[in-house]
């Protein structure tokens, strides 16, 4: 009987073009994750609809409420919702991508295919859910009858700019929580905590002008600003800070595929 036999320095070979081969496999494994998310739940999808429209409610309550933060005459549901919409679909692909090759140890450890496939299908499952979020902006926009400017059409790539901005530190994170599985405790906090330091409930405007390039090194702040600048288009774009936060990207970005290569070929022997 023929066996076969995975070597782990076989993977070298042909991998970006196995990537086009096994395409198939960014389908199967987002539909079975998508399913297994929302399986037994009673309301399934609307669950991507309720959470970000109950953090909505309370980052509303808190920051334009309570603490009375300015936003340059957009209704603060909106200004709210539009930095919300990039920092949920942020947040969601790297707690999914993070943990990604631990809940797919079992296929790992058995056959082969580029491991590149997994956190990235994880991502595209939080695209779902980002699909479904966006048609609550709509309502809003609708219901405030706040206007569609020509800003609008920049918002597929800033969708492209927040897949990648999850998609660096979500492969970093999850190559060490093969070995050191202290990060699926650390991710949530680290979300957590991320959602008050980013510009989701406030304007990135409300910071020093002195401490704001520096403030763009968050990743987030980058994509929060485009966002809102395409939807609310109430205050000048800061350039400075986009262009810092696209390079903070693209590091994370190659470091994390050049750091994820580098160890993948130990993954099934450590999983």
């Known amino acids: 009987m023929a066996k076969l036999i995975i070597e782990a320095g ?22 079975r994750d998508l399913l297994v998310r929302y399986r037994q739940t009673a309301i399934g999808l609307t669950w991507a609809l309720l959470q970000p429209l109950l953090t909505m409610i309370v980052l509303t309550v808190i920051f334009g409420r309570v603490a009375k933060m300015p936003s340059n005459g957009v209704p603060y549901s909106i200004l709210v919702f539009a930095g919300l919409l990039p920092w949920q679909f942020f947040s969601n692909s790297l707690t999914t991508s993070s943990n990604s090759l631990v809940a797919n140890a079992n296929l790992i450890s ?31 926009l609708l219901l405030y009858r706040f206007p569609i400017t020509w800003h609008f059409i920049v918002l597929p790539p800033l969708v492209l700019l927040a897949f990648l901005s999850a998609l660096g530190p979500g492969l970093i994170i999850t190559t060490l929580n093969v ?41 987030a702040v980058g994509v929060i600003d485009g966002f ?28 994390g595929l050049r750091y994820f290569r580098q160890m993948e070929r130990k993954f099934a022997d450590v999983i």
Not at 16 to 29: A, M, P, T, V
Not at 184 to 200: E, K, M, N, T
Request: aromatic content about 22%.
């Open 179 to 219: 070995k050191y599985r202290d990060f699926r405790y650390i991710i949530p906090f680290i979300v957590q905590f991320g959602l008050y330091v980013s510009p989701v409930g406030f304007s990135s405007s409300r910071i020093p002008e002195q401490w704001r390039l520096l403030y763009s090194l968050n990743p």
């Open 110 to 140: 058995k056959i082969y295919f580029p491991r590149l496939v997994v956190p990235f299908s994880s991502v595209l499952v939080s695209m779902v859910d980002f699909m479904v979020s966006f048609v609550i902006l709509l309502v809003l």
């Open 228 to 255: 809102r600048w395409a939807i609310c288009g109430n205050e000048p774009f800061y350039w400075p800070g986009f262009i810092m936060s696209l390079v903070v990207i693209a590091a994370l970005l190659v470091f």
């Open 10 to 31: 076989r993977i070298n070979k042909d991998y970006w073009r196995d990537l086009w081969r096994y395409r198939e496999l960014f389908y199967f494994l987002s539909w």
